[in-house]
C-alpha cells in the first residue's frame, strides 16, 4: 500500500536519469507523489525558477525543497 503524501511533487523532464531514479525510488518505498512533466508543461518552469532551481528533478515537500536524486532525503518520506 502506497503512503499517501499528496502535498510531494517531482518536478521531472524526459530523458533525465535523476528524475527515472527518484521516481523509481519513490515507487519501490510505496510513496505516491503528483508528478509534472517541466518538458510537456512548460508552463510550471517560471514555478520552479521561482523555488531557486534551474535543474530537474526538483522535489517539493510540506517541509523543504530540494533538487537532484538525493536518496537520503528521499528516504525520509518512506
Given at each position: 500500500?502506497?503512503?499517501?503524501?499528496?502535498?510531494?511533487?517531482?518536478?521531472?523532464?524526459?530523458?533525465?536519469?535523476?528524475?527515472?531514479?527518484?521516481?523509481?525510488?519513490?515507487d519501490?518505498?510505496?510513496?505516491?507523489?503528483?508528478?509534472?512533466?517541466?518538458?510537456?508543461?512548460?508552463?510550471?518552469?517560471?514555478?520552479?525558477?521561482?523555488?531557486?532551481?534551474?535543474?530537474?528533478?526538483?522535489?517539493?515537500?510540506?517541509?523543504?525543497?530540494?533538487?537532484?536524486?538525493?536518496?537520503?532525503?528521499?528516504?525520509?518520506?518512506?
Amino acid at each position: 500500500m502506497k503512503r499517501s503524501y499528496t502535498m510531494v511533487t517531482v518536478y521531472s523532464k524526459n530523458n533525465c536519469v535523476q528524475c527515472k531514479m527518484t521516481k523509481r525510488f519513490l515507487d519501490s518505498n510505496n510513496v505516491s507523489y503528483r508528478e509534472i512533466n517541466l518538458d510537456e508543461q512548460p508552463e510550471y518552469v517560471d514555478q520552479v525558477k521561482e523555488l531557486g532551481f534551474s535543474a530537474a528533478p526538483v522535489i517539493q515537500t510540506p517541509t523543504e525543497v530540494f533538487s537532484g536524486f538525493q536518496p537520503g532525503k528521499l528516504k525520509q518520506l518512506a
